[in-house]
């Protein structure tokens, strides 16, 4: 045989081990995708469950249940039932893999702290402190109790309870306006009503501008449409 043809034959050869290979590598890696997705399992929903439920409900599926020493306060869950699981419900997990939970120890009841009198961020403190949970914060605004202190609470202190109600001052409320656009207009009427209403008004200057009538308005601080209150001062500049 000549040496071209055996040359030819060996590298027909070589392509046709390595199309084999190829192909034995290919179906290994997709049976081999395929076995552990066999394995895979999708994990229910524990939370709400009994210990005993959640052991037999993750076995049917071939997962064990790890429950956490350490219970934490809920108020949604029972006591001695799932508030919360890991790996979380729906995900996929291989079999014999644990799902870690963790107990709820039930709405935390303690005694109610006295909190009328003491400032709205006090009051928070000492709620958090004491393990309960802020509920509603009603506000009004009076002159008569010093601001942002806690006026009513509900429940009252002494009783026990996981959550509180509080109603806070918020202070004398103060009037706020809006700054009209003043320009072009007369300055000496419209500092006039101004004042009337409680504003101080100042005329700052006279500019020369040509076309434009004596004592309009041609500049004003603030501008249109800014928010002030009745303490608030006022320039005006008009022309000569």
Do not use: C
């Not at 079999?95 to 107990?103: A, D, K, N, Y």
């Not at 303690?110 to 009328?116: G, M, N, Q």
């Not at 004592?215 to 928010?227: A, H, S």
């Amino acid at each position: 045989m000549r040496f071209g043809t055996r040359v030819w034959s060996a590298g027909k050869l070589l392509v046709l081990v390595g199309a084999l290979v190829a192909t034995f590598i290919l179906f290994a890696a997709v049976g081999m995708r395929v076995a552990l997705r066999t394995r895979e399992v999708a994990v229910p929903n524990l939370v709400g469950r009994t210990v005993t439920d959640a052991t037999h409900e993750a076995g049917a599926v071939g997962l064990s249940l790890r429950v956490d020493d350490n219970r934490r306060p809920d108020a949604r869950v029972p006591a001695g039932r799932i508030m919360q699981q890991d790996p979380p419900v729906g995900a996929q997990a291989r079999r014999q893999r644990s799902v870690r939970v963790w107990l709820s120890a039930g709405s935390r009841v303690t005694t109610v702290p006295a909190l009328v009198g003491q400032t709205d961020r006090t009051a928070r403190i000492r709620l958090d402190q004491d393990g309960l949970t802020l509920g509603t914060v009603s506000e009004f605004h009076s002159p008569d109790y010093p601001a942002d202190a806690v006026v009513a609470q509900d429940p009252p202190a002494s009783v026990h309870a996981s959550s509180v109600a509080v109603l806070v001052n918020r202070g004398e409320q103060t009037m706020s306006y809006v700054m009209p656009d003043l320009i072009g207009t007369d300055g000496e009427r419209a500092a006039e009503a101004l004042r009337a209403r409680g504003f101080r008004v100042t005329i700052v200057g006279q500019q020369p501008y040509p076309g434009v009538p004596a004592g309009t308005v041609v500049r004003q601080q603030p501008v249109g449409g800014f928010e002030l209150g009745p303490s608030d001062a006022i320039s005006l500049e008009v022309s000569r």
